[in-house]
């Protein structure tokens, strides 16, 4: 599939998406969309395991939201019925409700998404703010939910609406040997955190630390993010996009039917009471023993206990050498996860 502004390709099981607008790759509704293609392409794809975002320009991830866009927002909510809705506190109950209605609706039923999707794309050029919204979101949840392990391969200065998409990815890596910085700073031009920041950063990071960065709409260099929990790790440039690539030829390995389970138990249960979180999570159990690979797993694992640990001391396994081989997921080389 060709797009204007976003460049993939094949590493083995992993799927590398790089962001090409020049010159600093700012976000914008066109680059949402395309990544909208891609997010439901790999939902489909077994040969994909790992989807890597990453910046096609060197020394460049996204700068942060296209400003004009935002400027758009801001003209058209002078006139906008929402906007004005908004300005009563009867308004925004009302608004919250059927927003919050609309979400639990599309959750469950994606052809409704894909309705609401096409529809407010067709008013784009009417109802701008409602469609990036929408957009936004539903994209950016799609990315958090998805059947694959996420990478953020972020290699250069990432700002705003680049570090909220950050948030999304299940893992965050981040160039440190060339001053990149990331941050949060929309405080500083008096606007909100709108792609989600506000909600993902105090479930990373806590709410304290998450209220202090955005707040102070201070720059964190990478080995202080790290530090901070933001970034999982950090690589000098010249090995950056190698050390990526072997964490997720490691990721590649992890049956896909848990890593979706898991995702699914984390995301979800971070979203509800802790007695109906521990529900799904025992739901996801069942769902992941209910498949052919998993026995095979459990089989080789008590294989290799019966030979390699439960044995006299003289002859056992080191707890290390067994989860080396664990890790790197040998004894399950091969497996389709289904």
């Known amino acids: 599939m060709d797009y204007r502004f976003l460049e993939t390709r094949r590493v083995g099981q992993t799927l590398w998406v790089e962001i090409h607008n020049p010159h600093v790759n700012f976000l914008t509704v066109d680059i949402l969309e395309e990544l909208w293609d891609v997010v439901k392409r790999v939902r489909k794809d077994d040969a994909v395991r790992v ?22 927002i801001a003209e058209e909510n002078r006139t906008s019925p929402f906007s004005r809705l908004a300005r009563f506190p009867l308004g925004r109950a009302l608004l919250d409700g059927i927003n919050t209605m609309n979400n639990l609706l599309m959750d469950h039923f994606p052809a409704l998404e894909e309705l609401n999707l096409k529809q407010a794309r067709a008013l784009k050029s009417r109802l701008f703010t409602l ?15 998805l059947n694959k392990v996420t990478i953020a391969a972020i290699n250069g200065p990432c700002n705003g609406g680049g570090t909220e998409f950050a948030a999304c990815f299940d893992f965050r890596f981040m160039v440190g040997d060339q001053g990149f910085t990331i941050g949060q700073p929309e405080v500083l031009v008096g606007i909100v955190a709108g792609g989600g920041g506000t909600q993902r950063w105090p479930r990373h990071l806590g709410k304290a630390k998450a209220l202090e960065w955005m707040l102070k709409g201070n720059q964190l260099e990478a080995r202080e993010a790290k530090e901070w929990g933001i970034i999982t790790d950090v690589f000098n440039k010249v090995e950056f996009h190698d050390r990526v690539q072997e964490f997720a030829d490691v990721m590649a390995k992890r049956p896909p039917v848990a890593v979706h389970a898991i995702k699914r138990a984390v995301h979800g249960g971070m979203d509800t009471f802790l007695s109906r979180a521990l529900t799904r999570e025992t739901l996801e159990s069942l ?19 019966g030979e390699r640990v439960d044995v006299p ?22 497996f389709e996860g289904k």
């Open 313 to 334: 001391v003289e002859g056992r396994m080191e707890n290390q050498e067994l989860m080396d081989i664990m890790y790197n997921a040998r004894f399950i080389d091969g």
């Open 287 to 305: 769902r992941v023993f209910d498949t052919a690979d998993v026995e095979k797993a459990m089989r080789s694992y008590a294989k290799l206990l």
């Open 131 to 145: 469609y990036l919204s929408l957009q936004m979101h539903r994209l950016y949840l799609a990315i958090e939910r």
């Open 51 to 72: 989807l890597v975002l990453t910046g096609g320009i060197e020394d460049t991830y996204i700068m942060h939201f296209s400003i004009p866009e935002l400027l758009r």
